[in-house]
């Protein structure tokens, strides 16, 4: 599976939007972007996950760069509760197999 | 569904007593994780099950960690002995196979273990 390389720490206000960037150099062609995040004492939990086109559900937006090399998820109007650590992970979708999680990126959310 | 569940929730033992995990997948899931999470080294994956059958056990960290599916719907982790150093946060998750639902693993709440 490729590396991602994610900053350790992010801050962010609440209500406005935030930006958690991965970078994914050696990204093959069949390989996914998927993200997590874990809230403090929480089991991780899906976010959302994309090939190459960008995608959108209830929870974030995910952008993916043209050379597939980096994305970015969104969080268009961060709360408090939003407040995590978010895991950003590069595999091959059809084959169930082991996940294995990084350090993440640890986003606080301010008032 | 009520998601993946996992008891106990909390478990304070001594040392040198077994500790047995329980898990319940979610109905129709055909793959089960079990993971352990300490300050020190994060989310570290143990086992995987697939169809009840172990396919990966090489994050199991000594013979004192044993896991088991008897059927689709229950799995369970021992520890015995179990030593303080096991102390951590337990998790179990699952997921189906298929293009829209490998990875996607969904986890219970875990299992926070205590071992003086």
């Known amino acids: 599976d490729a590396k991602t390389t994610q900053p350790p720490s992010m801050d962010c206000a609440e209500g406005r939007a935030a930006n958690l960037p991965c970078n994914h150099s050696?990204?093959?062609?069949?390989?996914?972007v998927y993200w997590y995040r874990q809230i403090h004492s929480q089991g991780p939990q899906y976010i959302i996950h994309g090939l190459k086109n960008n995608e959108t559900n209830e929870m974030a937006s995910l952008i993916i760069t043209e050379d597939r090399k980096s994305s970015t998820l969104i969080l268009p109007h961060a709360t408090l509760r939003d407040t995590a650590v978010y895991y950003c992970i590069v595999r091959v979708p059809y084959n169930t197999d082991k996940l294995i999680f990084g350090t993440g990126t640890r986003l606080q959310v301010f008032p | 569904d009520a998601g993946v569940i996992q008891s106990p929730r909390h478990e304070v033992t001594e040392m040198g007593q077994e500790v047995t995990l329980r898990c319940k997948p979610i109905?129709?899931?055909?793959?089960l994780f079990w993971y352990r999470q300490t300050m020190m080294r994060g989310l570290e994956l143990l086992i995987y099950?697939?169809?009840?059958?172990?396919?990966?056990d090489s994050g199991m960290p000594e013979d004192r960690f044993s896991a088991k599916m008897p059927n689709a719907s229950f799995s369970t982790l021992k520890i015995q002995p179990s030593e303080p150093r096991d102390s951590a946060v337990y998790f179990c998750?699952?997921?189906?196979?298929?293009?829209?639902?490998?990875?996607?693993?969904?986890f219970g709440a875990g299992s926070r273990l205590t071992v003086l």
């Open positions: 109905s129709g899931h055909d793959y």
């Open positions: 998750a699952s997921s189906f196979q298929g293009a829209k639902g490998a990875n996607v693993l969904t």
């Open positions: 099950f697939n169809n009840n059958v172990p396919i990966d």
């Open positions: 050696t990204i093959s062609g069949n390989e996914y």
